[in-house]
């Protein structure tokens, strides 16, 4: 019997040799497709899907009550407010905006005299929520700046501070969840005796 010309017949693998290679050439390609993956969603979340302050702002405010009383011969006055607001959340992101309960709070030269709280919502995707509450406004709690409202009153103009807190987070397809809480600080000068809403200020900013 004659032997092959170029030599003997190589001897192929051994099973278990067969088997390891492809073990490792398929882990080597479920590692690839993962990497593959994971840059497409970090270029994913720093450019289409990057998180964006969500906005908050005072619409409308609606004063009611019984415009303030003056006494003599002992200065004094008696304020009677209510104070309906209309604060609106806008969500410039392309996933939606879940907060939980905020908070608004109303301050007469730093001091607190009035809040409310906000209850808890969901801001639709590039979407817009518009919240009512009502805030009236203590007498007792002006009591500390009795004399600055009676100066106030007497020229006309009386300036409150706003501020809204709603904190929440921000949810990318279930995968990327971001905190966030939206402030709003707005300024609001109500005219006496007409109770009527004066001028309104107002700054907005979110922390991420």
Same mark, same amino acid.
């Given at each position: ?20 290679? *492809?073990? $490792? +050439?398929?882990?080597? #390609?479920? &590692?690839? %497709?993962? /990497? ?8 994913? =979340? ?11 702002r005072v619409l409308s405010t609606t004063i009611t009550g019984v415009s303030?009383?003056?006494? *003599?011969? $002992? +200065?004094?006055?008696? #304020?009677? &407010?209510? %104070?309906? /607001? ?8 392309? =996933? ?9 709070h109303v301050t007469y030269r730093g001091v607190q005299v009035a809040d ?18 009502? /805030? ?52 609001i000068v109500v005219g006496f005796p007409r109770l009527k809403v004066r ?10």
């Amino acid at each position: 019997m004659k032997e092959e010309e170029g030599g003997t017949k190589p001897h192929p693998l051994p099973r278990h040799r067969r088997h390891r290679r *492809l073990c $490792v +050439f398929l882990t080597l #390609l479920l &590692l690839l %497709l993962l /990497l593959t993956l994971f840059i497409i969603c970090l270029i994913l =979340a720093l450019t289409l899907f990057k998180p964006k302050e969500p906005e908050s702002r005072v619409l409308s405010t609606t004063i009611t009550g019984v415009s303030p009383r003056v006494t *003599l011969p $002992v +200065f004094h006055v008696e #304020l009677n &407010l209510t %104070l309906d /607001l209309v604060v609106r959340v806008h969500n410039p992101n392309r =996933a939606s905006f879940t907060h939980a309960d905020g908070a608004s709070h109303v301050t007469y030269r730093g001091v607190q005299v009035a809040d409310a709280d906000v209850a808890p919502g969901k801001v639709p995707s590039r979407g817009s929520e518009d919240m009512k509450y009502r /805030l009236t406004v203590e007498a007792d709690r002006l009591a500390a700046k009795a004399g600055s409202l009676a100066e106030d009153v007497l020229s006309g103009a009386v300036g409150f501070d706003f501020n809204t807190r709603l904190p929440g987070r921000v949810n990318f397809l279930g995968i990327i969840k971001r905190h966030a809480v939206a402030v709003s600080d707005c300024h609001i000068v109500v005219g006496f005796p007409r109770l009527k809403v004066r001028s309104q200020e107002c700054n907005t900013r979110t922390k991420i």
